[in-house]
């Protein structure tokens, strides 16, 4: 998905603690056909991160003339939460290696989703996870890994009802493969969002 603000993703949401196993990607590969040359670049699983993939590119870059970056960013808008409620989430985020646990706030209030208290939270393990956190001007939160590592929610729950809405393409709410429900129950639910891969050379490639 992109939304023409800088935001590429697919997301592949689950139920259960732990973020799903099967990602979005084609293992089958691509061939990058450059201004010195060719070269064959494996996707090794469908939960590979764009890191990775972007890696693998700049692996081949003398003999293609590709070079490839890297970036996971994903908008959520939240549905279910009544104006004048509090939602008390607690999760685990991660970046496909390292996790933090996050507890936070999020009310709805007549002009908006206060996301204050749960971007803080985020920000507060930039540092170990690289994942930021910021509120745009629709009002959205954004979740950034900027060297397109794995966003992984595990374990999300709420002791009041909401749902995480990825943005689509046309600035809307996602389908419901793009949204993530906390479970209140004790039992939370997950997602994984990947990035997306960007390459450039100063000549033409396919």
């Known amino acids: 998905t992109n939304n023409g603000y800088g935001l590429a993703y697919t997301m592949t949401s689950g139920t259960g603690n732990t973020a799903p196993t099967a990602g979005a990607f084609s ?44 970036n996971t960013s994903i908008a959520f808008a939240q549905t279910g939460l009544a104006t004048g409620s509090t939602a008390a989430l607690s999760f685990v985020i991660g970046n496909g290696s390292t996790t933090q646990n996050i507890t936070a706030n ?15 939270q985020i920000n507060n393990s930039t540092a170990q996870t690289g994942i930021s956190a910021n509120v745009d001007n629709s009002g959205n ?6 060297q397109g590592q794995n966003i992984t929610i595990e374990n999300f729950q709420s002791n009041n009802a909401i749902v995480l809405n990825g943005i689509n393409g046309a600035g809307d709410l996602g389908t419901a493969a793009v949204q993530l429900a906390a479970g209140t129950g004790g039992t ?13 050379s100063t000549q033409g490639y396919a």
Request: proline share 0%.
């Open 27 to 70: 293992t089958t590969g691509f061939n990058i056909s450059g201004s010195v040359g060719s070269a064959a670049i494996s996707v090794t699983s469908s939960v590979e991160s764009a890191a990775s993939i972007a890696a693998a590119v700049n692996a081949q870059t003398e003999k293609t003339g590709v070079s490839a970056t890297a």
């Open 106 to 120: 999020v009310t709805q209030g007549a002009s908006g989703t206060d996301w204050s208290g749960l971007v803080s």
């Open 141 to 146: 939160l954004v979740l950034t890994q900027g």
């Open 188 to 200: 939370g639910n997950s997602a994984l969002i990947q990035g997306f891969v960007q390459m450039q």
